[in-house]
Structure formats: C-alpha cells, structure tokens
C-alpha cells in the first residue's frame, strides 16, 4: 500500500490549481504549510497586484520595496510582480505621506523586472520619474501600459521634465497602451508618447486615449505613423469636443472602434465638433463593432461609400446590455448635456440596412419614445437584430400601446431573441423610475399578447426594467430578479 501523497509532494502545477480555486484565507494558509508550498506559491501571490486604497498601497509598496536580503527567504517579491494596478485618489495625501509612497513606489517598479501588465491611474503620483522607474525594468517584458500622466505641478523637482531627454527603450512585447490625459500635458510628456506610439505603431493591437484637456490636439499623437497595420481594437473618448474625422489613424484591421464625443447641438454652443457627412471607405473598412455618438452613425454607413463596412454590432451613446445582464449607461455624459432625441435618433438609425454585416446587435439611449408608434418607425430598419436594448430617460408616452409591439416590431424582426426597454440601473441613484417597474403582471401581460399576435416566436429574453429580466422556458415565461454581482 502506497503512502499517502502530502501537499507538499504535489507537482507545482496541482499546487497553482489548488491555489486559485481557494478563497483567500484558504491561500493564506496554503502558503503556512511548509517551506516548499510557500517558495512554490508566493509568486503566485505577488503575480498581480491591485492598489485601490492609500493604506493598503502603501504597506504594499514598502513590502515590495524591501531589500530582498532582508526577507526571510531573500526573495525579491518585486520580480514576482506580473500585473500591478495603482488605481485609487487620496487628495489628502501630502507633504512626507506622499514623499514615502512615492519613494518605495519607485523602488518597487524599479525591481518588477518581470513585469507585463502595468496600468496606473492615480493622481498626483504619475509623474515622469514614477513612469520612468517601471519602464526602465520592464520594458522588455512589458505587454500592456495603462497611464494618466499629471500635470507639471506635481512633478518633484526639475529633475523630472527631463528625465525623457535621452529615454528611447524599446517595448518588444507591447501591443496594447491605454492613456488617460488630465490637465495641462506637458511637453515631455507629449513628446514622449509620440515616440511611444510611433516606435510600435506597427505591432500594437489595442489602442485607448481619452482626453480631458480642452486645448489638446490628437492629431499629432494619432498620426505618428502612416498605417497601424496590426491595430484591431481603438478607443477615443475627447469630451472635450475636439474631434476631427482628420484625426482618426489609417487603421485597414480595428474591428473594434468606440469613439465618444460631443457634436454641434442647437442653443449649446459648448460643442464644438462638426458632424461630418461621411467617414471615406479606407478608414477602419472591416469594422464590426462600432459604439459612438449616434450623430456619427450615417457618417460610417453613408450612401457615398463604395463599399459598406461588414458592421454587426451598433452601440449609440453609449448604453450597454453586457453579458452578465447588467444594464449600462454612461450616464455621466449627460449631466449637463441634452439627451438624445428619439426623432434624431430614429433618423440615424434610418441607415443600419446598408450595413454589410449585417446588424444583429443594437444599443441606444434615447430621452423617450411614444409607445403608439415606435414599433412601426423602428421595424423596417432591425429586419436582421438578434439583439435590441433601449435605456430609457423616462416613461414611454402612450405606455398601453407597447401591447401592440408584436405586429409593429416583433413581425418584422424573425431573429430577435433579446429585447430590452429599460430605465437606467438603480445603483445610478436617479431619481425617476418607471412607473410600470415594478408591475410585473402588467409586463407578463405584454409578453402574452405578443405571443398571441405570433409576432415574437423568436424572443427568449426581455426586460422592461434593471431590476428583473423575463426568460421564456418550456411551460412560459419566468422572472429572474438581478442578483447582486451580475
């Protein structure tokens, strides 16, 4: 009879199984078993680190910043570290609290020799030195980069605007930036992330910018090359107006493509950006998903484009039904903005058919819309949805007349399977509601008359609400309340 085999005699890769199915008291103690489990599992827990919190960021930092000679073990636990996230807002922290985070910051992103994934989104602490410690360590390793740089004011000394000066590392490994632009952007900075771009504009496959900064040009930064061959996937968020169809990058393979912005509104002269008339064919021609404002939608499917982009899915504004049902909203944008107009938004969807994809999956928000007749202005346009969410500002006007959808909308769309007309998620603390929210008899109704009039024999998931979703199972259809998480 064998031996009973010992934690301890466990291959490391059963080991690392183990480890990431456990809670996190359960980890704790794994690594208290013995010596070989611990030197087996730690960099397990140091692989990926997320700072949400100036306390917890700190004792982190000056763990990391340690001697390795002074650990038990003398591991150096930085060059564990494969992903690390400094993500979180201390506007209080100053003075020798913000001198000791930033000096065993410094430390530790100077040893993650290993590191592949580094975003770092805090204030007052993304200055060119704290950049610089990271890059010089891992800019060979380094696979994605997420930043906000801060404004000069913050920077320590002098010694910062020039530590770029003869910074010119190569990136080998790094395909996806993401950057996030406050303030004032100082001319090294700009300088520096031209070069970045530039340098691997021909690797890179996931690009985001968003830009806060009024007197910020995006040209420069967005042209740094003639062709971003390898780029599949591209974010620009410039709600400060100044977008220009001259600023989009020849990018032949984004599939990918959200922009967010504000355009010319009557009585808001605050917009600045013209709404062009068309986006010419060799920009982006094999997008297939496209979120933006929904003034921009005819411009990507306009009648004077040769050949139509193959765009399946279409997100305006940008609301979002993910895949764990939750509802989205940006709801930010609208707080001193006028909400999308269903006339103007019914317009621009008016062009979905000369989609080459075609489209199967829509997504709008809209300030309301007249239940009498919404199916009937929508209909023509969804022939090909699977999918169809609407968040709504307010209740729908004529609300008795949703009963009627199933020949006004349902008739004319045989693939749809998912209908959502939803308010905005509770956790957004608004202060309207619908009023049919929370009458789920008046909404399994609805669901029976559309079943009666064969118009929604393809549904299988509705909602008319964030707080609960309706599935249509064998013996009818059934209510889920959201649960918390999801």
Not at 153 to 158: G, I, K, N, S
Request: hydrophobic share 40%; with cysteine; aromatic share 12%.
């Amino acid at each position: 009879m064998s031996a009973p085999t010992t934690l301890s005699a466990l291959p490391t890769e059963l080991l690392y199984i183990i480890a990431r199915v456990s809670t996190a008291n359960d980890f704790l103690s794994l690594l208290l078993v013995d010596k070989n489990i611990n030197d087996a599992l730690t960099p397990l827990l140091y692989g990926s680190i997320t700072l949400k919190c100036y306390g917890v960021a700190q004792k982190c930092t000056d763990t990391l910043a340690n001697d390795p000679t002074a650990n038990f073990d003398g591991r150096d636990l930085a060059a564990c570290v494969r992903s690390f996230t400094v993500d979180f807002q201390h506007y209080g922290m100053f003075g020798e609290w913000r001198v000791r985070f930033r000096n065993s910051l410094e430390i530790a992103l100077g040893r993650m020799s290993g590191l592949q994934h580094f975003t770092f989104y805090s204030a007052y602490f993304g200055t060119p030195r704290t950049f610089i410690s990271a890059m010089r360590a891992a800019a060979s390793t380094l696979r994605t980069l997420g930043f906000r740089p801060d404004e000069n004011v913050w920077w320590e000394d002098e010694t910062d605007a020039h530590v770029f000066d003869e910074f010119r590392l190569e990136f080998p490994e790094l395909t996806s930036i993401a950057l996030t632009l406050f303030d004032d952007l100082a001319q090294p900075w700009y300088a520096f992330f031209e070069y970045l771009l530039a340098s691997r504009s021909p690797y890179l496959r996931t690009l985001s910018i968003t830009d806060y900064w009024e007197r910020l040009t995006l040209g420069p930064l967005l042209r740094t090359t003639t062709e971003w061959p390898a780029l599949q996937e591209l974010t620009l968020v410039i709600l400060n107006s100044n977008f220009s169809v001259a600023d989009l990058p020849p990018a032949p393979n984004v599939r990918k493509l959200t922009i967010d912005t504000l355009f010319k509104v009557p009585g808001q002269p605050r917009a600045r950006a013209p709404i062009p008339d068309s986006i010419p064919g060799h920009l982006f021609p094999n997008l297939e998903h496209l979120a933006c404002p929904y003034q921009l939608l005819p411009a990507f499917l306009s009648p004077d484009v040769e050949t139509q982009r193959p765009i399946k899915t279409v997100c305006l504004d940008p609301p979002y039904f993910d895949p764990n049902r939750r509802v989205k909203w940006a709801t930010s944008r609208f707080t001193d903005w006028p909400l999308p107009q269903w006339a103007d938004v019914r317009n621009a969807l008016r062009c979905l058919p000369r989609s080459a994809g075609p489209v199967v999956d829509l997504s709008f928000c809209v300030d309301g819309l007249d239940a009498a007749t919404f199916g009937n202005d929508l209909g023509w346009t969804v022939r090909t949805l699977e999918r169809l969410f609407i968040a709504l500002h307010r209740d729908p006007d004529n609300v008795d007349h949703l009963s009627y959808l199933g020949e006004t909308l349902f008739a004319h769309t045989p693939k749809l399977s998912t209908f959502v007309l939803s308010d905005v998620p509770k956790e957004a603390s608004f202060e309207w509601t619908f009023v049919f929210a929370s009458d789920r008899l008046q909404q399994k109704n609805w669901l029976e008359e559309w079943e009666r009039s064969k118009g929604s024999t393809t549904l299988r998931e509705v909602a008319f609400t964030a707080e609960c979703r309706w599935r249509r199972m064998g013996h009818g259809w059934v209510v889920d309340d959201y649960k918390e998480g999801e």
